[in-house]
């Protein structure tokens, strides 16, 4: 039987270093976790934050063997609903079918992915 097994990738962007610390919690807690990222906006502009989501979405997922896939599912998980993060993560994901732009993000969200 062949299993189709599809790839989701999650960033996490918040102001400040909240998401990154929030990744290093997860990873102290799982391990290393495949596809998930985490990007602050500090020293920033809302368009430098857009371009580097951009950038991460359109570069191929990749797993513990190498192996990429492309165009897979995207999660991108923000801290504040309306502020810079928001807005830019909408921009980027704008016309994109397979993103999801999630707001509150927290550690039990994360644990849960």
């Given at each position: 039987?062949?299993?189709?097994?599809?790839t989701?990738?999650?960033?996490?962007?918040?102001?400040?270093?909240i998401?990154?610390?929030l990744?290093?919690?997860?990873?102290?807690?799982l391990?290393?976790?495949?596809n998930?990222?985490a990007?602050?906006?500090?020293?920033?502009?809302?368009?430098?934050i857009?371009?580097?989501?951009t950038?991460w979405?359109d570069?191929?997922?990749?797993n513990?063997?190498?192996e990429?896939?492309?165009g897979c599912q995207c999660?991108i998980?923000?801290?504040?609903?309306g502020?810079?993060?928001?807005t830019a993560a909408?921009?980027?994901?704008h016309?994109?079918?397979?993103?999801?732009?999630i707001?509150?993000?927290?550690?039990?969200?994360?644990l849960g992915?």
């Open positions: 039987m062949i299993h189709n097994e599809v989701t990738r999650a960033l996490v962007i918040t102001h400040g270093r998401g990154i610390e990744k290093n919690v997860v990873e102290m807690i391990g290393p976790v495949e998930f990222d990007m602050t906006n500090s020293g920033k502009s809302g368009p430098d857009s371009n580097e989501i950038k979405l570069s191929p997922a990749e513990t063997e190498g990429t896939h492309p999660i998980l923000i801290d504040d609903y502020g810079s993060c928001a909408q921009l980027a994901a016309g994109r079918p397979k993103i999801a732009v707001s509150g993000v927290n550690l039990a969200m994360l992915l």
